[in-house]
């Protein structure tokens, strides 16, 4: 059983930066492809980014591309998410996700889910 934590949300001006990290417990990370998702209130959970377990290959959805960055610390079973040039419509809470199997920005994907972080952009 694979344990997800997230941290790193908080208030922020737009325009500012985040950095949110995912540390993973209970399996071997470097097999496990991971993936950030966000839910704003009122609307369903929406695909962020993702990065491949094998070759850390990444893919973005159009709203964050050039402004979030996907990466991952193998040796500190840690995926982050850096975000840059935050916008009030980036206002979420934010939820790391693991795949047993490939990556994908589909959320039926993943098998495990972090209990999110919460990051207000304020303008």
């Known amino acids: 059983q694979v344990q997800l934590v997230e941290s790193g949300g908080g208030l922020v001006q737009a325009g500012g930066s985040l950095r949110l990290s995912c540390a993973a417990s209970?399996?071997?990370?470097?097999?496990?492809?991971m993936g950030w998702f966000r839910q704003a209130p009122g609307k369903e959970r929406e695909f962020v980014a993702t990065?491949?377990?094998?070759?850390?290959?990444?893919y973005y959805a159009d709203p964050v591309k050039g402004r979030f960055t996907i990466s991952r610390d193998n040796a500190k079973n840690t995926v982050y998410l850096q975000m840059n040039s935050l916008k009030p419509e980036d206002t979420a809470v934010y939820f790391c996700?693991?795949?047993?199997?490939?990556?994908?920005?589909?959320?039926?994907?993943?098998?495990?889910w972090g209990q999110g972080t919460q990051v207000t952009v304020s303008s």
């Open positions: 209970g399996g071997t990370f470097s097999s496990l492809s």
């Open positions: 990065i491949s377990r094998s070759f850390g290959s990444t």
């Open positions: 996700a693991a795949s047993l199997q490939f990556w994908s920005r589909s959320s039926n994907t993943y098998n495990y």
